[in-house]
């Protein structure tokens, strides 16, 4: 089983961001295109530590109830300990005989996931960095902040920069740690499962795509830099990895690798790298999200079209091959067109 894939992030987003897997991988993620590689390393087990400023404890001492109402009772609970309005809170509980009650803003945690939506990361678990320490570690001073561990710790601002976070990771553990990332801000789906050195190389191959079908309907001088690029790097990712000559398509080529192994975990590899292939053929089409559904094995995907007709041309070259797209109504939204559409293998020949 893999560790944990841990990220600490600072208080403005888009400051660079620590991680922390093994002493080998580590390192600061410092754009997104850094940090959307990090689901290379994410087997789902991705767990965000955040600035304790942002969370509030209280003790409780709550009688056995249902959750539901247990979790009601501990808003009317710390109602008044707090200077904003209840609803805007999420409230979460201790589990068992943890009588603790955290609190993080509804508009902060909304801010955390979107922005891990976007780099297709699904943390597993979301806490509070004073929980992430033992109290035995005693006082420490990193991002500006002067942190307290314990279960009832906290956090405060502070005048000097203090330790680099990287060099107090490899001591963070996280059981016991109230986990934030619950009831409608669970991360469920886990867009890109993997396992072994290739099955991480096709998820750093499949962002590839995705970014590739993102930006081909710029004609810009920069963003067509950017492809050419992408696109160098998913060779050389390749050979590294097989020793051998990248082919025309790296993705592809890896997910028949896979597949002839017998994973399982293949199966959305070997599902994306088809549709990539077919949405290429049809000039404009941007995919915005994609999610696999292992249930039923097949991908349920968000798209942007150029046009009405350009789902039924979808449709139609996924006829001829060896994948099916079904598509959804196409609707106009902020100005755009937009459709769902469910890809599976099995289509035509």
Request: proline share 4%; hydrophobic share 40%.
């Amino acid at each position: 089983m893999s560790e944990p894939l841990i990220i600490w992030v600072p208080e403005e987003l888009e400051q660079p961001w620590a991680y922390y897997q093994t002493s080998e991988q580590q390192g600061w993620a410092s754009n997104d295109d850094e940090r959307k590689a990090l689901s290379a390393l994410d087997s789902g087990q991705c767990i965000v530590v955040c600035p304790g400023t942002w969370m509030r404890i209280f003790p409780h001492s709550l009688p056995e109830m249902k959750s539901s109402e247990r979790l009601s009772a501990a808003g009317f609970f710390i109602e008044e300990k707090l200077a904003a309005s209840l609803s805007e809170q999420h409230i979460v509980l201790g589990e068992g005989e943890d009588q603790r009650i955290g609190v993080m803003s509804q508009s902060q945690i909304e801010t955390v996931l979107a922005k891990f939506d976007e780099l297709n990361l699904a943390p597993s678990r979301l806490t509070a960095e004073y929980e992430a320490f033992k109290p035995s570690d005693g006082m420490m001073t990193t991002w500006h902040r002067a942190i307290q561990p314990g279960t009832m710790g906290y956090s405060l601002d502070a005048e000097t920069e203090g330790d680099n976070p990287l060099s107090l990771m490899p001591q963070m553990g996280f059981e016991g740690a109230l986990n934030y990332a619950q009831g409608g801000y669970q991360r469920r789906q886990k867009s890109m499962p993997l396992m072994q050195s290739l099955t991480r190389l096709a998820a750093l191959l499949a962002i590839s795509g995705v970014a590739w079908l993102g930006w081909q309907a710029s004609e810009t001088r920069a963003m067509n830099q950017q492809t050419a690029e992408l696109k160098t790097q998913a060779a050389q990712l390749y050979s590294d990895a097989t020793g051998k000559s990248a082919p025309d398509s790296p993705a592809l080529a890896v997910a028949r690798d896979l597949r002839k192994t017998g994973n399982v975990k293949a199966d959305f590899l070997t599902l994306s790298a088809h549709f990539f292939d077919g949405v290429s053929r049809v000039d404009g089409v941007i995919v915005e999200t994609v999610r696999f559904n292992e249930r039923k094995n097949q991908l349920n995907i968000k798209l942007i079209y150029p046009g009405f007709d350009s789902a039924a041309s979808l449709e139609q070259i996924f006829s001829t091959s060896s994948g099916q797209f079904e598509s959804g109504a196409v609707r106009e939204q902020n100005e755009q067109l937009i459709g769902e559409g469910v890809f599976k293998l099995g289509g035509g020949s």
